[in-house]
């Protein structure tokens, strides 16, 4: 037989270092990350107290480990005609892979105070990053203040961010995302629309409209 390339076939010895990404058990993955549980259990005690709500969203966990290769068959199999790229098909019979770590690589609550009705915010308690943020205040417009739940909305994302980001050391996503929450900020602030007394009459001009 024609070898097409080198080593196309042979056996292979030594470790070959393995990663997966996969859904396990919260309450385990929260026992082997005991930080990111108090952190979690900070989080739940402080929204509680602020009669906001937390919710869990998603999580993930990545495991790192080793399959040890004792002289075993493997061969290099084109995916294509062209030969440009190639996978390697290993018969490890009854070798598992070794399991070396074990950790949570994100865990999303998504956060909503009392008064939020449309959107949320999420966060990732273990990158400490603001994963998504409500569209109304994302998405701000001018001309939106004249809409009192629009406002009331904005008004309350912007709470939670602010404690998120001043108190609790959360980030968002990259300096674009930063440059773009101090401009809406700056802009709410700045022309007195996020302002006590503006959210209490819009909400008595919405209360008064029902």
Do not use: C
């Not at 996978?87 to 399991?99: E, F, H, R, Y």
């Not at 998504?110 to 603001?130: A, G």
């Not at 203040?145 to 968002?172: M, Q």
């Amino acid at each position: 037989m024609t070898v097409l390339i080198p080593l196309e076939r042979g056996r292979a010895v030594g470790r070959l270092y393995l990663t997966s990404f996969e859904k396990l058990e919260i309450g385990h993955l929260l026992e082997i990350e005991p930080e990111i549980a108090k952190e979690l259990e900070d989080l739940r005690k402080e929204v509680t107290e602020k009669n906001w709500k937390l919710d869990y969203s998603d999580h993930l966990a990545m495991l790192s480990g080793e399959l040890h290769l004792n002289n075993i068959e493997y061969q290099l199999m084109s995916w294509s005609l062209f030969k440009s790229n190639y996978s390697m098909m290993i018969d490890i019979g009854t070798v598992l892979p070794v399991v070396k770590e074990i950790k949570l690589s994100k865990l999303i609550y998504n956060i909503q105070t009392d008064k939020m009705t449309h959107d949320n915010i999420s966060i990732d308690l273990v990158r400490k990053e603001i994963t998504h943020v409500n569209d109304i205040f994302w998405n701000w417009e001018e001309g939106w203040e004249k809409d009192p739940e629009k406002l009331l909305e904005a008004f309350e994302t912007l709470k939670v961010l602010r404690w998120l980001i001043e108190e609790k050391g959360y980030s968002l996503r990259g300096e674009p995302d930063v440059e773009k929450y101090r401009k809406i900020r700056e802009s709410l602030e700045s022309s007195g629309k996020i302002t006590k007394s503006a959210i209490d009459y819009n909400l008595a001009n919405l209360d008064d409209s029902k």
